[in-house]
Every structure is written in C-alpha cells, then in structure tokens.
C-alpha cells in the first residue's frame, strides 16, 4: 500500500503561482504523477517524474509553466504552478506507481496505482 497526501492548493489570482506538495508513505514508488480534473470534465494527467532517476514530462497545456519535482529525503513530490489561468481550475490528485516504468514515467491514469484525495485550485480571473 501507498498513501499519498496532498497539500498546498488555494485560490490565486490569474497569473500567480501556487506549490502542490504530495508526501508518499509506504511502499517504494517507481513514479509519480499529478493529474487534475476540473468540473464536468474527466481527468486530465499534468505531470510526471520517475521516482529514482527523476526524468519528467508534461501535459502540452502545462508545459514551460509547471515544474514536477521529488525530494527522496522526505518522499515528496512537489508540483510548481506558475502563470496560473482561470483554466486551470480543478481538483489536483497526486498518483503513484508501483511497478517498474520505461525510460520515461507514464501519463495514463490507468498506470498509476494509488491515488491521494486530491486539493482545490481555483485560479480568478
């Protein structure tokens, strides 16, 4: 088992920046991932980070805006949202992984295998 909490989301102004944080507790982890879903939508992945070797990638929608990152000391994964948009508004769910991952960390949701509760980011306009 793994259980993931998340902490961090808010409300922020169009073009602010907040910082999702995720601790991991209990099994080891081969990847993590932020998805998000906002309402009436499904869910969205966002980010991803291989556990050990720390190679990422990025939804298109994110990308050059959102940073993923992990600190192994404290089993955490960060995610850095800068120049926030009132489309990024929704519910951000931390996921992990248990089983081995290719060079790069997957981005479907059906590859992840724990889910945390997920925190509100609203972004106004």
């Known amino acids: 088992q793994v259980q993931l909490v998340e902490s961090g989301g808010g409300l922020v102004q169009a073009g602010g920046s907040l910082r999702l944080s995720c601790v991991a507790s209990g099994r080891t982890r081969s990847a993590m991932a932020w998805f998000r879903r906002a309402p009436g939508k499904d869910h969205e992945f966002v980010a991803a980070?291989?556990?050990?070797?720390?190679?990422?990638r990025y939804a298109d929608s994110v990308k050059g805006r959102f940073t993923i990152s992990n600190d192994n000391a404290r089993n955490t994964v960060y995610l850095q949202m800068n120049s926030l948009q009132p489309e990024d508004t929704a519910v951000y769910y931390c996921?992990?992984?248990?089983?081995?991952?290719?060079?790069?960390?997957?981005?479907?949701?059906?590859?992840?295998?724990?889910w945390g509760q997920g925190t509100q980011v609203t972004v106004s306009s």
């Open positions: 996921a992990a992984r248990i089983a081995r991952t290719g060079v790069l960390p997957p981005r479907a949701r059906n590859d992840y295998d724990f």
């Open positions: 980070i291989s556990w050990s070797a720390g190679l990422t």
